[in-house]
């Protein structure tokens, strides 16, 4: 993309440096120093920041039509993109806490993640090929595409609205909390308490590994999946699911069936609602599953 404007290889740190900066490209920049000043790239529109160092606070809010690009933001670039759109993040490393927030239309490809309460209240944003560590990552967050996502931390995707997930690996407990319209395929999810109180959740050739998943969801589905260390699951859940291997335990299925070759343990005691799912033991080279028990 052409700019009218060059800036190359300053150092900023005054307040609001390049305040309402329209078509320009930013390049080798660095944002810091004594004068500490906040908001470097607000209310920017058409702009390009590249091989820029960043170490001050808030410096890309309310932004349209950019691009990040071999950018780095440090642990005190604090709350670094707010409120933008129509956004374009490579090849970046996002470090400071809420580091996205409340924006909408924006793709982050190549980089590196490190920041607590990441995405917040975020709308149709995509990750492709990145590395991700966070607290409540993606809070609220909808129209979500994610593929080939590393992602380390607590309480994802809460909250989340409407998102496909693919060939990702996670290790991340209470995820997908009150999620909605969610799938997720050919992924990895490590944790404890995957999915509770979610609606609509769809899990396809995925590896789940953790304690208790999968309680009390709504319209869950589970397709050619495989199960690890998972006791007490589907409990109070409205569940199909087909499960390849064995399921250490399943606990009060409120409704709908369960296949998979084997449990450890099928527990259906001290219901405090009528439980009614369907527990199906898949037998080897018979066509018709053999189901051990129906409550």
Known sequence: MKHNTMIEEKTLDEERALYNLKDAYVRGCIFAGPADGESALKECRKITVEDCKFSLRYPIWHTKEFTVQNCSMDEKTRAALWYCKQGKIHNSMLGGIKALRECEDVTIENCVINSPEFGWRSRTITLRNCEAESEYFMFEGAKLNFSNVKFKG??????????????????????????????????????????????????????????????????????????????LSFEYSAVNATVNGEITSVKNPKSGKIIADGFGEIIFADANVPCKGRVITRKPDVDNAKENYVN
């Not at 809460?158 to 996670?170: L, M, R, T």
């Not at 997908?176 to 995957?194: A, C, I, M, P, Q």
Request: with cysteine.
């Open 154 to 231: 607590k309480y994802s995707f809460q909250y989340v609205k409407k998102a496909i997930i693919e060939n990702c690996d996670f290790s991340t407990k209470d995820a997908f909390w009150h999620s909605k319209n969610v799938t997720v395929r050919n992924s990895v999810l490590r944790g404890e308490y995957l999915g509770w109180y979610s609606e609509n959740l769809t899990l396809e050739n995925c590896l789940i590994i953790g304690t208790q998943p999968l309680c009390y969801c709504k319209n869950l589905t589970l397709k050619n999946c495989r199960m690890e260390g998972c006791d």
